[in-house]
């Protein structure tokens, strides 16, 4: 079992940086393939970013690729999202999310652990 709690959203200008946080308990986080989704509203969960579990590989979508920066500390239990050059259109809830040992997947349904969310809201 996994408890995913994500940090660090708010209210930037287009241009603006934030950098989110989500901090797992479990004492196999290490083992564990952590991803980033967001969802707009009105519109379905989109996966942003996924790392490996030994951070060896990453991955984004193409919207947030030279943008955005996905990284862990294993030692922390907690992985992060830097998030660079931000622009009104990535408004969203942003989600942590984890799978045990699966390389990887951008679909919502492949994971079997959640956060809550955290808001990020970008003023033009």
């Known amino acids: 079992q996994v408890q995913l709690v994500e940090s660090g959203g708010g209210l930037v200008q287009a241009g603006g940086s934030l950098r989110l946080s989500c901090a797992a308990s479990?004492?196999?986080?290490?083992?564990?393939?952590m991803a980033w989704f967001r969802q707009a509203p009105g519109k379905e969960r989109e996966f942003v970013s996924v790392?490996?579990?030994?951070?060896?590989?990453?991955a984004y979508a193409d919207s947030v690729n030279g943008r955005f920066t996905i990284s862990r500390d294993n030692a922390k239990n907690t992985v992060y999202l830097q998030m660079n050059s931000l622009k009104p259109e990535d408004t969203a809830v942003y989600y942590c999310?984890?799978?045990?040992?699966?390389?990887?997947?951008?679909?919502?349904?492949?994971?079997?652990?959640w956060g809550q969310g955290t808001e990020v809201i970008v003023s033009s």
């Open positions: 999310a984890a799978v045990f040992l699966k390389w990887y997947s951008t679909l919502p349904r492949e994971y079997d652990y």
């Open positions: 479990g004492r196999t986080f290490s083992r564990y393939v």
């Open positions: 790392i490996s579990w030994t951070s060896g590989s990453t």
